[in-house]
């Protein structure tokens, strides 16, 4: 396989040439493991000259190519016999020398894709996926962004006044509504004052557990005020033991305390009873 020929879709696939002629070739960095590969990439280079900018540099000088981004892509690993793109440490390095989405396109072995894939995701790139074409090929871009970058926010003069008018309330066209029309006739009845009696310690109208400012038994006594009084005047036991004395009644007996009785018979209690024993 050509490797010149591999090289060259490889960087037109993504767009990092232009056509002969063009003055606005891009800058593409190659990093190799090996000198000996140097020779043969700068063969490439020498030919694809009116393409792209190339330019080569050994693993061990990386740091030393540039203080700053100026290359519009990287290709790492693709020097013969190289295995410069299996140092993952690289990648922080390379996110440095990459202008804002420039590329990356790095080479490793075939099944190993995934691991490159996720550190170069984790160091930042984006639209990280393996080649299509070549296999052990993932390519990558930076942001389009640097870190610490600002831009100027401006808004729309005509906008903001805009906004500022849609406040203003002295539009003679607007309709307004009177608040009285909102009012409906129960809204004017002046409430009870009965009504608005409200607990201390809830401040509700309803009483707490130890109610003591007396709400509790007000309450109370409302409540048995709307009560209707049931008719007993033809009550009868229910259990046939309410005249039998105290020992058969049950707890809620109305006759608790009341001296056994015939159905019908008056209970009257001995003129003695309700005095004191001293």
């Given at each position: 396989m050509d490797?010149?020929?591999?090289?060259?879709?490889?960087?037109?696939?993504?767009?990092?040439?232009?056509?002969?002629?063009?003055?606005?070739?891009?800058?593409?960095l190659f990093v190799v493991g090996?000198?000996?590969?140097?020779?043969?990439?700068e063969e490439f280079a020498s030919c694809n000259a009116d393409r792209a900018n190339v330019k080569i540099e050994i693993v061990e000088n990386i740091g030393l190519a540039t203080d700053g981004p100026l290359y519009s892509a990287i290709l790492s690993g693709f020097?013969?016999?190289?295995?410069?793109?299996?140092?993952?440490?690289?990648l922080p390095t390379y996110t440095t020398l990459l202008t804002a989405g420039g590329t990356l396109i790095a080479k490793t072995d075939v099944g190993t894709e995934d691991a490159l894939v996720k550190r170069m995701k984790l160091c930042g790139f984006l639209n990280v996926a393996k080649s299509e074409s070549v296999p052990g090929v993932v390519v990558g871009n930076m942001p389009t962004y640097k870190v610490g970058s600002s831009d100027k926010v401006t808004l729309n003069p005509e906008m903001k006044e805009n906004v500022v008018s849609a406040w203003k309330l002295d539009d003679n066209n607007s309709e307004t509504i009177s608040e009285d029309d909102l009012l409906e006739a129960d809204d004017l009845i002046k409430p009870d004052s009965s009504s608005l009696r409200v607990c201390a310690t809830t401040k509700k109208a309803k009483a707490c557990k130890d109610c003591s400012c007396g709400l509790a038994e007000e309450l109370e006594a409302n409540r048995l005020k709307d009560t209707p009084?049931?008719?007993?005047?033809?009550?009868?036991?229910?259990?046939?033991s309410c005249y039998l004395g105290d020992a058969f009644r049950c707890a809620s007996c109305p006759y608790l305390g009341m001296p056994a009785f015939r159905p019908g018979e008056k209970v009257q209690l001995a003129g003695n009873l309700l005095q004191d024993d001293f």
């Open positions: 490797t010149k020929v591999d090289l060259l879709k490889l960087l037109d696939d993504n767009r990092l040439t232009v056509a002969q002629g063009m003055s606005d070739r891009k800058n593409v090996k000198s000996s590969a140097v020779k043969e990439l020097g013969a016999d190289d295995n410069v793109s299996c140092d993952l440490n690289l009084k049931p008719d007993t005047s033809n009550a009868k036991s229910s259990c046939g």
